[in-house]
């Protein structure tokens, strides 16, 4: 799909939108990345309580371990009789002494799950074991204490060492104290099961847990979890050798943080989505305000201008660069304007007829000879056609010329045409018709020169000759307009007499005469301002100098006085070179306040500032 | 106004000092202070060694040090160490629960200003006594 012409409002909505669509997308991702987010720092979170609490029940067990051990430890009968060299008879005192607490209790019997108790000779070698407890451990130590033991000292050997260790009944915790005290003449090895404490982590995390053994069973059966809407978090615990031991779930109720997480991802999401409708809103509005509907003013007023209502002027509000470019506008309408009075003029100044006609037949320009000719108004002129004015059918004899391509010199027709008069009266005249372009369309331009009833050779070839002067002027006219037409269309900037205008004064004006004139122009021009101001607006002279902030106000004495202006207002006071921007922007200034209305006073000073408009023109032209 | 703020800052920063408990001193004259490992050495070495706990009974009662005799600081009477320790010469260790705790060192001021010149100072105590996880003889 190709897209050759979008407007500047279509493309802004359109960007808006797709901002629009981006913030939403964007805000229902970041909300589930949210969401998710939560719910793994909760994970973490209860992973590492789990892992805490794990450890916790396991420094207990320690502690309940430490204390019986130190209690055989300084048994005075398992000392000796491990200290005693009998052989077999010891070896059964020793399991004797072994069993003693898995039949008459010990303190702290109901916190540990007691398994079997062992001693080593201080090299580690098994001794002897109770013969109560479970079956089928190993008959040595634990790798991992062996490797502890050795690796200290003498007087460190006393401490207590505790591991959890992977034996072939599944996980144990042991815990080996000295025998003998200080004065160790061996080791006893306290072996409980983990699992027996591991449910309590459950008391400590305030959730339900559940322990699996590293091959899958669960090993809490008789705890039932109705796991349905909690969150499983699974932490592994290890054994002190670093392999996995027991893998312990904890399952936590998340329906009240998902219920919290719903309504903060709702609300942050809700305002964030709220945020950007108004932030958009507000620069849609922005956007109209000072885009499309000044840019939509302008285009309309260009369209008005560029269809020849010169006398209107293009908005300027909005965005600097567009009033900017609406000047500029402006001015090259002005300078059109200003050209196309002088070729009137001009026209004027010729003893033939001209007459504009376009595309329809309608009539666009007269010049004064045509006007003088026909005997219409100036202002009948628009109501015209050419049925109104000529006995022949000039369009099919347009035609007809292209056709035959006889009698057609150039573009141009040379022919002799019948003609009305307002009054009723017809009269022959020799005309050159001349298709051209009026407007961006198609019509006609005629040159007339009445013929006379009088048939002498001179007159003859004095209207031959007129009529070739009058060519040639029109074919000069139409170089000139379309030159100066070609170079607003293309090269506003380059149109000479804004600069001009702006200037406090013409250089050119080198006679007195030539000044006189201006000055006179100007009074002409200002004292009409004023009465169209005092008159039509009912205002003062103060007023236009205040609102119009062109002329200064001054204070004599308390009174507000505008000397300036005063001064525009009379020849003899006049400057001699007179700021002539100033005079047409005050012109225009109650032009704009007259606000179309139609009035004997603002008919005059258009007159007067076009005629002042032609003046400046004429003047600088001289000049050149 | 200014007599109040005063008023109340002294009661609060006493309140504040009250509240902790005081450190006993890093180091006493004339007294060798020993670590764990060295009091386990100096019990295996030296069989004449006198080690006394300063401690309340109950807490002696929960557990010891192998061989500690317990006499409370407080109770500390020249007549009875002379009873025990009749000469002066002898190494005498003390020690309490921790460095927190100032009985021993109480005990260790008396035994010198009663002459006594062997003087060893198990500062860190019980509590680096049950954390190294030693052998401990409960009554």
């Known amino acids: 799909m190709r897209i050759d012409k979008l407007s500047i409002k279509t493309v802004t909505i359109a960007i808006f939108l797709m901002v629009g669509i981006v913030a939403i997308i964007l805000s229902l991702f970041a909300g589930a990345y949210f969401r998710q987010a939560a719910?793994?720092?909760?994970?973490?979170?209860?992973?590492?309580?789990?892992?805490?609490?794990?450890?916790?029940?396991?420094?207990?067990?320690?502690?309940?371990?430490?204390?019986?051990?130190?209690?055989?430890?300084?048994?005075?009968?398992?000392?000796?009789?491990?200290?005693?060299?009998?052989?077999?008879?010891?070896?059964?005192?020793?399991?004797?002494?072994?069993?003693?607490?898995?039949?008459?209790?010990?303190?702290?019997?109901?916190?540990?799950?007691?398994?079997?108790?062992?001693v080593y000779s201080p090299?580690?070698?098994?001794?002897?074991?109770?013969?109560?407890?479970?079956?089928?451990?190993?008959?040595?130590?634990?790798?991992?204490?062996?490797?502890?033991?050795?690796?200290?000292?003498?007087?460190?050997?006393?401490q207590a060492i505790d591991a959890l260790w992977l034996s072939a009944k599944g996980p144990m915790y042991s815990t080996l104290v000295p025998v003998g005290g200080l004065r160790a003449v061996g080791y006893l090895e306290v072996i409980v099961d983990p699992v027996f404490n591991l449910p309590d982590i459950g008391n400590i995390t305030k959730t339900p847990i559940s322990v699996?053994?590293?091959?899958?069973?669960?090993?809490?059966?008789?705890?039932?979890?109705?796991?349905?809407?909690?969150?499983?978090?699974?932490?592994?615990?290890?054994?002190?050798?670093?392999?996995?031991?027991?893998?312990?779930?904890?399952?936590?109720?998340?329906?009240?943080?998902?219920?919290?997480?719903?309504?903060?991802?709702?609300?942050?999401?809700?305002?964030?989505?709220?945020?950007?409708?108004?932030?958009?809103?507000?620069?849609?509005?922005?956007?109209?305000?000072?885009?499309?509907?000044?840019?939509?003013?302008?285009?309309?007023?260009?369209?008005?201008?560029?269809?020849?209502?010169?006398?209107?002027?293009?908005?300027?509000?909005?965005?600097?660069?567009?009033?900017?470019?609406?000047?500029?506008?402006?001015?090259?309408?002005?300078?059109?304007?200003?050209?196309t009075n002088d070729l009137e003029r001009l026209l004027d100044l010729d003893n033939s007829a001209i007459l504009c006609f376009g595309h329809d037949g309608e009539a666009v320009y007269f010049n004064k000879g045509a006007t003088a000719l026909f005997g219409y108004q100036d202002d009948e002129i628009s109501d015209l056609d050419l049925g109104d004015l000529f006995s022949e059918d000039i369009v099919q004899l347009m035609k007809d010329a292209v056709r035959l391509n006889a009698a057609v010199q150039g573009n141009a027709l040379h022919i002799q045409l019948g003609c009305i008069r307002k009054d009723g009266h017809a009269f022959q005249s020799d005309a050159v018709i001349n298709p051209l372009d009026v407007m961006g369309g198609f019509g006609y331009t005629i040159v007339l020169n009445p013929v006379s009833d009088e048939t002498d050779d001179g007159l003859t070839n004095y209207l031959v000759n007129s009529i070739e002067q009058n060519e040639q002027r029109m074919h000069a006219v139409e170089q000139s307009l379309n030159s100066i037409l070609e170079i607003a269309k293309n090269n506003p900037g380059m149109i000479s007499g804004v600069g001009d205008l702006e200037r406090p004064a013409l250089p050119g004006l080198k006679t007195d005469d030539d000044k006189r004139l201006l000055r006179e122009q100007v009074v002409q021009v200002m004292q009409s301002a004023l009465a169209c101001w005092e008159h039509d607006l009912n205002k003062t002279k103060l007023d236009l100098a205040e609102e119009s902030k062109i002329w200064?106000?001054?204070?004599?004495?308390?009174?507000?006085?505008?000397?300036?202006?005063?001064?525009?207002?009379?020849?003899?006071?006049?400057?001699?070179?007179?700021?002539?921007q100033r005079v047409i922007d005050t012109a225009e200034f109650v032009l704009r306040q007259m606000n179309r209305r139609t009035t004997l006073g603002r008919r005059q000073l258009q007159q007067a500032l076009d005629d002042f408009r032609g003046l400046i023109s004429g003047l600088k032209t001289a000049k050149k | 106004m200014k007599f109040f703020v005063l008023f109340f800052s002294v009661i609060f920063a006493g309140i504040l000092i009250a509240g902790e408990k005081p450190y006993a001193p890093e180091k006493m004259p004339g007294t060798t202070i020993v670590s764990a490992e060295e009091v386990i050495e100096m019990i295996l070495a030296n069989p004449e060694l006198v080690v006394i706990d300063s401690r309340k009974k109950t807490e002696y009662i929960k557990g010891h040090i192998e061989g500690a005799m317990n006499i409370l600081n407080t109770e500390l009477v020249l007549e009875d160490l002379e009873f025990i320790v009749p000469d002066r010469t002898t190494a005498l260790l003390f020690y309490c629960n921790g460095v927190r705790c100032l009985r021993s060192s109480d005990s260790i001021t008396r035994a010198a200003r009663w002459g006594y010149t062997n003087l060893f100072w198990f500062r860190g105590g019980w509590k680096e006594w049950t954390e190294k996880r030693l052998p401990v003889v409960t009554d």
């Not at chain 1, 992973?47 to 209690?71: H, P």
């Not at chain 1, 079956?135 to 050795?150: D, F, H, M, Q, W």
């Not at chain 1, 525009?568 to 400057?575: A, E, I, K, R």
Request: net charge neutral; hydrophobic share 40%.
């Open chain 1, 123 to 158: 090299d580690l070698a098994l001794v002897a074991e109770s013969s109560a407890g479970i079956t089928g451990l190993e008959n040595y130590l634990s790798e991992y204490l062996v490797a502890r033991v050795t690796q200290r000292s003498k007087t460190e050997r006393l």
């Open chain 1, 39 to 118: 719910m793994d720092a909760q994970v973490g979170s209860l992973s590492r309580v789990i892992e805490v609490a794990s450890q916790e029940i396991l420094r207990d067990v320690s502690k309940q371990t430490f204390d019986l051990g130190m209690k055989l430890g300084h048994n005075k009968q398992l000392i000796q009789t491990l200290q005693e060299t009998d052989g077999e008879a010891a070896h059964e005192r020793l399991t004797t002494l072994l069993d003693d607490p898995f039949i008459n209790g010990f303190v702290g019997f109901a916190k540990i799950n007691l398994v079997k108790l062992r």
């Open chain 1, 212 to 339: 699996f053994s590293m091959a899958g069973a669960h090993i809490n059966i008789n705890e039932q979890v109705d796991t349905d809407s909690l969150l499983p978090v699974e932490f592994i615990l290890l054994t002190f050798a670093g392999e996995p031991a027991f893998r312990i779930v904890g399952y936590e109720d998340v329906s009240r943080l998902s219920k919290t997480m719903e309504h903060t991802q709702m609300v942050t999401t809700g305002g964030f989505l709220l945020l950007t409708l108004i932030t958009l809103l507000f620069a849609l509005w922005l956007f109209s305000r000072f885009l499309f509907v000044p840019l939509g003013q302008m285009v309309e007023g260009m369209k008005q201008i560029a269809q020849g209502k010169l006398n209107l002027t293009v908005n300027k509000k909005g965005l600097h660069e567009f009033s900017t470019l609406a000047k500029s506008f402006e001015s090259m309408a002005n300078q059109v304007k200003i050209r």
């Open chain 1, 552 to 580: 200064p106000v001054y204070i004599d004495k308390s009174t507000p006085t505008t000397r300036t202006l005063d001064k525009y207002l009379h020849t003899d006071s006049c400057p001699k070179n007179p700021r002539n």
